[in-house]
């Protein structure tokens, strides 16, 4: 498998980071810089509010969080959000929204997202590293 020098993480890797997921810890072991599109944080966040130890979780989100480079939202991204919808509803292929804004994230900074989610292969011009 050929590794990527940088990589963004959708929300399911971040969770098995933060849980210790000792085969993709060590898959991304090899990856210089870790970029969380600012939609992953948001969920990160929300996760450790609404889990049984919000307190603790928090905290440890939040260093993960400050660990990694933020890729933050605006308006470029807010079209290509846009268009990655309307060619998903055109081809009857719907994916969660929080998923758009992801995908749009990533395409806009050119960085490939590592994920397990397969409907972000219906996006045109993601590339995926797939776990």
């Not at 049984?52 to 905290?59: M, Q, S």
Request: some cysteine; aromatic content about 6%; glycine content about 6%.
């Amino acid at each position: 498998m050929v590794m990527k020098e940088q990589l963004a993480l959708d929300t399911n890797i971040a969770i098995d980071i933060l849980n210790g997921n000792k085969r993709v810890i060590q898959l991304l072991e090899e990856v210089s810089t870790l970029f969380l599109p600012v939609t992953v944080c948001g969920e990160l966040l929300f996760g450790a509010k609404n889990s049984g130890r919000p307190v603790e979780n928090e905290i440890l989100f939040r260093q993960f969080i400050n660990a990694c480079t933020i890729l933050s939202c605006g308006i470029a991204i807010a079209d290509t959000y846009s268009e990655v919808r309307k060619k998903l509803k055109d081809k009857g292929r719907p994916i969660p929204e929080n998923d758009i804004w992801i995908a749009a994230t990533c395409i806009v900074y050119d960085i490939p997202l590592a994920t397990r989610d397969q409907h972000f292969k219906e996006v045109d011009g993601l590339e995926l590293f797939s776990i």
